[in-house]
T-cell receptor
Framework: EDQVTQSPEALRLQEGESSSLNCSYTVSGLRGLFWYRQDPGKGPEFLFTLYSAGEEKEKERLKATLTKKESFLHITAPKPEDSATYLCAVIDNTDKLIFGTGTRLQVFP | KAGVTQTPRYLIKTRGQQVTLSCSPISGHRSVSWYQQTPGQGLQFLFEYFSETQRNKGNFPGRFSGRQFSNSRSEMNVSTLELGDSALYLC?????????????FGQGTRLTVV
């Protein structure tokens, strides 16, 4: 059965303290991996798409990487405004989008 | 460019009633998918519509149904509401069939069943 697991469930960082979020997956025929950011009471906001192992994408303080079994979202020198829930999702070979349960990030000044 | 619009934003319904939620995708997007989000289960895929046809379906009972119109707008219907249907319902649109392009989400409709 296709599965997406995110860790940790929650992460508290001091402003400027870099860290990484993990998304591990088992899926039949990975067609793509997505990262989203979700603020309370809002819909997920698209961040990145990764399609093949070794691929990397960057946007401001965020960098996403992909291997054959997992993806990492690296946050460099985070700011309080980076506080949100970060969701990882994969598309399998039936074109269904399967989400992990997310990592709730809190960045304190 | 307008984003994905979902209406209404909030709904309170009684058990046994039915409800219809609406989603207007980004202009030019042809695919609309629906998700249920709850604290315990996270985001779960309901179904996807592309060019007025249901292209994919998740593991939800038949009480959950949807449709897409020729202008790509979509509606989702839940009949015989149960307390467990209380959730945030999210709609996402993408340019082409879902597996090929990224999805952009609306703000969601918060449904409370009492």
């Amino acid at each position: 059965e296709d599965q997406v697991t995110q860790s940790p469930e929650a992460l508290r960082l001091q402003e400027g303290e870099s860290s990484s979020l993990n998304c591990s997956y088992t899926v039949s025929g990975l067609r793509g991996l997505f990262w989203y950011r979700q603020d309370p009471g809002k819909g997920p906001e698209f961040l990145f798409t990764l399609y093949s192992a070794g691929e990397e994408k960057e946007k401001e303080r965020l960098k996403a990487t992909l291997t054959k079994k997992e993806s990492f979202l690296h946050i460099t020198a985070p700011k309080p405004e980076d506080s949100a829930t970060y969701l990882c999702a994969v598309i399998d070979n039936t074109d269904k989008l399967i989400f992990g349960t997310g990592t709730r990030l809190q960045v304190f000044p | 460019k307008a984003g994905v619009t979902q209406t209404p934003r909030y709904l309170i319904k009684t058990r046994g009633q039915q409800v219809t939620l609406s989603c207007s995708p980004i202009s030019g997007h042809r695919s609309v998918s629906w998700y249920q989000q709850t604290p315990g289960q996270g985001l779960q895929f309901l179904f996807e519509y592309f060019s007025e046809t249901q292209r994919n379906k998740g593991n939800f009972p038949g009480r959950f149904s949807g449709r897409q119109f020729s202008n790509s707008r979509s509606e989702m219907n839940v009949s015989t509401l149960e307390l467990g249907d209380s959730a945030l319902y999210l709609c996402a649109s993408s340019l082409n069939a879902f597996g090929n392009t990224e999805a952009f989400f609306g703000q969601g409709t918060r449904l409370t069943v009492v």
